[in-house]
């Protein structure tokens, strides 16, 4: 399997534009997690989604910030406008039917930077 | 709520010596699971070892082992025999069951370690 894969690994954007981050979790998985990860305020949860569904999007810091998952192959993050202080890494993990010994499988992150 | 607490920000340790990382929980769910989680200057994050909140045993993979206590609430790392490819970030993150709270993985603020030649 090749793993969860995030794409793109790096974007640089100006500030007021849309930003797009795709997620294409491991096969078989059913949950699905975005993180944004600082300096400051270490690895944040923003949105969980279980068997495509939403579950959890408490995390989601405002409005801009939008997150779909239309099937269970494919999940996207979207920010609009995007701002400064958007710039982070952005992490995608899925995980694997309902026990609570299953591991998350961390994507390699997109590093986004918006000037 | 959940939260995880790892209260050490940076951490150093000789090569080929043990290390302990610290990691206390709060949680009310009856079952949950325990992890750590590396993550090196290159950023990827990479799973080393789970523990359950039912099982009698401390978890051990290779050099990892978690040394666990429920009573406290801890879920510390102990490393053994140190390398220097164990500098990284570490990070402990908690799984709720799914049924008294969602089954989403939380993380902790993680500790850096680095190993000294």
Redesign the interface.
Known sequence: DAGVIQSPRHEVTEMGQEVTLRCKPISGHN?L?W?RQTMMR??E?LI?F?NNVP??DSGMPEDRFSAKMPNASFSTLKIQPSEPRDSA?Y?C?S?GP?Q???????G??T?LTVV | AQKITQTQPGMFVQEKEAVTLDCTYDTSDP???L?W?KQPSS???I?LI?Q??YDQQNATEGRYSLNFQKARKSANLVISASQLGDSAMY?C?M????ITS?????????TSLSVIP
Request: charged share 15%; aromatic share 26%.
């Open positions: 949950s997690f993180y270490g690895l949860l969980y279980n579950i959890d890494v992490f993990a995980e309902g609570v010994n299953t591991e998350a499988f961390f390699q992150g590093r | 079952s949950y699971g992890f989680y950023g990827e994050m799973f789970y359950g909140s990070f993150a799984r709720g069951d799914g969602y089954d989403k993985v939380i993380f902790g603020p993680g």
